[in-house]
């Protein structure tokens, strides 16, 4: 069974770092690429990273690059998102997804995310 | 960017009732769209992917359809587990979802 666990969420002052975490089980981690999608409090979904199967193929949402950095450790089978800089609008449920395939190159990637945890909260204070 | 519009952004409906959500992207998607039901409290769930593909242990009462830039969500009898709020998803070029549609009980 596809168990995928977020943890690090925290109340957090603007300007502050956090380092959010994903326990990825019941798969083959290293043959899927990774996602962190958000919602915001009364509003939609918005995607945030993937990470490809290689860790080589990155990419960030346009209101999160330079701030955010995503990464994998296929050892301990877990996927993080290290939040800088952060800001009271991206305060919100952050969710750990699995993809359903693991390659991606350019801007056509073509995943879906079959698995998805129950997020983690994190609220950024003024 | 490609832009996700769905309607309506809210649904009365009652059990039994057949319901269709619409999405619409803002250039072609071919069929690299994705619906997703959000529950309160729960992980959110995929249901169909690549517009009409039934994820596996979804109900056969959801189904989906479109290419290009129009596509539906239909469910076929409403269930009192559906009561939620379902997000299309483009992933042609980059991600980008709809802003949601709440289904709530008439």
């Known amino acids: 069974e596809v168990q995928l666990l977020e943890s690090g969420g925290d109340l957090i002052q603007a300007g502050g770092s956090l380092r959010l975490s994903c326990a990825a089980s019941?798969?083959?981690?290293?043959?899927?690429?990774m996602s962190w999608v958000r919602q915001a409090p009364g509003k939609g979904l918005e995607w945030v990273s993937t990470?490809?199967?290689?860790?080589?193929?990155?990419y960030y949402a346009d209101s999160v690059r330079g701030r955010f950095t995503i990464s994998r450790d296929d050892f301990k089978s877990a996927v993080f998102l290290q939040m800088n800089s952060l800001r009271v609008d991206d305060t919100a449920v952050y969710y750990c997804?699995?993809?359903?395939?693991?390659?991606?190159?350019?801007?056509?990637?073509?995943?879906?995310?079959?698995?998805w945890g129950q997020g983690t909260l994190v609220t950024v204070s003024s | 960017d490609i832009q996700m519009t769905q309607s309506p952004s809210t649904l009365s409906a009652s059990v039994g009732d057949r319901v269709t959500i619409t999405c619409r992207a803002s250039q072609s998607i071919s069929t690299w769209l994705a619906w997703y039901q959000l529950r309160p409290g729960k992980a959110p769930k995929l249901l169909i992917y690549t517009a009409s593909t039934l994820e596996s242990g979804v109900p056969s009462r959801f189904s989906g359809s479109g290419s290009g830039t129009e596509f539906t969500l239909t469910i076929s009898s409403l269930q009192p587990d559906d009561f939620a709020t379902y997000y299309c998803q483009q992933y042609h070029t980059y991600w980008t979802f709809g802003q949601g549609t709440k289904v709530e009980i008439k």
């Open positions: 990470i490809s199967d290689s860790g080589r193929t990155i």
């Open positions: 997804a699995k993809d359903r395939g693991g390659h991606c190159s350019g801007a056509n990637c073509h995943l879906d995310s079959d698995y």
């Open positions: 019941g798969f083959t981690f290293t043959a899927y690429a």
